[in-house]
């Protein structure tokens, strides 16, 4: 089983519309919790951290379960710029860093 | 400004060739990673480097290499052994102290083609 695990995608949605996405993880020593957004082609940066309390920035909000070892990311009114893949990333241990495969999302207009 | 710079942006290799990928920081960052991704895939691991003079193997290390001399400093060098080299290889690192929030910072990658 992988250490982390996305369905790949891709979710294509309307303008305005909310989605969710799924992240499992295998580990239950797993210490943080992150979401990355990669575009086309670009390196993948920093969406936003992942707390067990639940987190929001704007259109965006993250929940950890720890219980069922996964974490979520629903994105409100979604825009065309939010079409991208979203990687789930989960560290453990001294700072191993676990990638997800990424969630293909595409917004159309 | 602090960050992280791989060189070169565009790399060619011909068969049989060893390449050397470049990556530094200077983030103070204990840890360092190598990843490879393909076109429409995930990351997967090449490499990791908790402190300086280790490195540990990822999920695909079969036909890379790498050193961990300097703290700021993690190349990856990608051996004629390596059968599919064509990807776009990232670095990243992250701070590296245990029970810190441990955000990984990447390089805007080198995009590697045999020819």
């Known amino acids: 089983r992988k250490e982390v695990e996305q369905d790949p995608g891709p979710f294509n949605v309307p303008e305005g519309a909310t989605v969710a996405f799924n992240c499992t993880y295998s580990?239950?020593?797993?210490?943080?919790f992150f979401w990355y957004r990669q575009d086309c082609r670009k390196e993948p940066k920093l969406l936003m951290s992942v707390y067990s309390s639940g987190n929001e920035d704007g259109r965006f909000t993250a929940q950890l379960n720890r219980a069922s070892q996964y974490i979520s990311l629903l994105i409100r009114d979604s825009k065309l710029s939010d079409s991208a893949t979203y990687l789930c990333v989960v560290t453990r241990g001294y700072q191993k860093v676990t990638f997800g495969t990424g969630t293909k999302l595409q917004v159309i207009p | 400004d602090g960050g992280i710079t791989q060189s070169p942006k565009y790399l060619f290799r011909k068969e049989g060739q060893n390449v050397t990928l470049s990556c530094e920081q200077n983030?103070?960052?204990?840890?360092m990673y190598w990843y490879r991704q393909d076109p429409g895939q995930g990351l997967r691991l090449i490499y990791y480097?908790?402190?300086?003079?280790?490195?540990q193997k990822g999920d695909i290390a079969e036909g890379y290499s790498v050193s961990r001399e300097k703290k700021e400093s993690f190349p990856l060098t990608v051996t004629s052994a390596q059968k599919n080299p064509t990807a776009f290889y990232l670095c990243?690192?992250?701070?590296?102290?245990?029970?810190?929030?441990?955000?990984?910072?990447f390089g805007q990658g080198t995009r590697l083609t045999v020819v």
């Open positions: 990243a690192s992250s701070i590296g102290v245990s029970g810190l929030r441990a955000e990984a910072f």
């Open positions: 580990n239950s020593a797993s210490q943080s």
């Open positions: 983030l103070n960052h204990d840890a």
């Open positions: 480097s908790q402190i300086v003079n280790d490195f």
